[in-house]
């Protein structure tokens, strides 16, 4: 049972006209000049977070892992001189504490972490006693809405009220165009238990390219996403990670000004929030059935090689039963989910006719 996280706190760094907050910088602090020309071109898009990696959760062994503690004072320096809060990514309780120490004013639990309730625990134990600090949650690589969650709880359990989650994607295996899957009903209902945690969306690992980030930027806006965090740098092209998913300051100030920004009402939130679910429902049993006629044409072509009829009713029936009984558990009426199924099975059997009388 989710608790209600009833008295979170707006985030300080959130703009009060209720303009979208906007995160940005590279993904790895990379060298102080690097650090400090992004950031002080950002300044001037009106950045209210510069966000930068010290300790990088890379997939491969070998690949540039963050410079560390070295980094630490470049960010200091950046909310020293350029006065927007400054945030990094924290994946163990010594991160916490040396980022912590340096004044870093917002800490991000990246995606592999958020999935480690051990990890999240440690970090929320680690942030016990420090209720000023910001923390971003960002879900988890796989789309699991209860880990997410329940890393928010485990830091709201500590005493963080500061809370914000990230969503930036999914990793489900499908391939398709996205770097992470969007998997947008997951937010939407996280927003719908959570009313007042701030959600902003992270089109940058999202779209893992520099186009997608214009146009899933303005999806999470109309969507009604608190803010943004999109990854920047004054050399994208030599990045020492994530080269492809970054910005230049020149082309973020582009982006921001081409993005509409929608007033939503409160009033008929909740309803647009339950039909968005809906949209997203709908495109993912369309993806489903898709995927699912794909292996039945599979099937097609393995009965037609080895000459066996398209019909076999005894797996049909089994079939049925199966699945009407599952929908029926779930208190769904049993006779609506067998005209679903007949229809589905029907326009099997027509694919798998289709394949048999190709020559
Ligand atoms: C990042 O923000 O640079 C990062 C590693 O993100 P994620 O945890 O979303 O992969
Ligand atoms: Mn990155």
């Known amino acids: 049972m989710d608790q209600q996280l009833i008295d979170l706190q707006p985030l300080p760094q959130a703009q009060s006209d209720g303009r979208p907050l906007l995160i940005a910088g590279p993904c790895s602090a990379e060298s102080p000049q690097q650090v400090l020309d992004t950031a002080r071109a950002l300044a001037q898009c009106g950045v209210q977070i510069f966000r930068a990696g010290v300790w990088k959760p890379r997939t491969m062994p070998g690949s540039f892992q963050g410079m560390g503690n070295e980094a630490l004072p470049w960010l200091t320096q950046v909310k020293r001189e350029t006065g927007m809060a400054v945030a990094t990514e924290v994946a163990t309780p010594q991160h916490v504490e040396a980022a912590l120490q340096a004044g870093i004013d917002v800490l991000w639990i990246g995606a592999r972490t958020t999935a480690d309730p051990f990890a ?25 809405l209860d880990l997410w969650t329940g890393a928010l709880q485990r830091l709201y359990n500590a005493g963080l009220r500061r809370l914000g989650a990230v969503h930036r994607g999914f990793s489900v295996g499908r391939g398709g165009m996205y770097r992470n899957d969007p998997q947008w009903h997951i937010p939407i209902e996280l927003r719908r238990r959570f009313r007042c945690l701030t959600i902003v969306c992270d089109p940058s690992h999202m ?16 969507m009604g996403f608190s803010g943004l965090m999109i990854e920047c740098h004054c050399s994208p092209d030599q990045a020492l990670s994530d080269p492809g998913q970054q910005l230049t300051p020149a082309r973020l100030r582009q982006v921001l000004q081409g993005l509409t920004v929608r007033k939503v009402k409160e009033a008929d939130e909740e309803l647009s929030l339950l039909r968005r679910r809906i949209d997203a429902c709908d495109d993912e049993l369309v993806e489903i059935l898709n995927q699912r006629m794909a292996v039945s044409r599979q099937i097609g072509q393995f009965k037609k090689h080895h ?17 009407v009984r599952q929908a029926e558990d779930h208190g769904m009426d049993g006779a609506f989910m067998q005209t679903v199924l007949q229809a589905i099975h029907e326009e099997s059997v027509r694919q798998q006719v289709e394949i048999f009388k190709k020559k």
């Open 207 to 222: 779209g893992g390219s520099r186009d997608l980030i214009a146009p899933i930027s303005q999806q999470a806006l109309d």
């Open 120 to 144: 999240v625990q440690l970090l929320a134990d680690a942030l016990q006693g420090h209720p000023e600090v910001t923390v971003l949650v960002k879900n988890p690589v796989n789309p699991d």
């Open 307 to 323: 000459n066996m009829p398209v019909l076999q009713t005894d797996r049909y029936s089994e079939l049925m039963q199966r699945r």
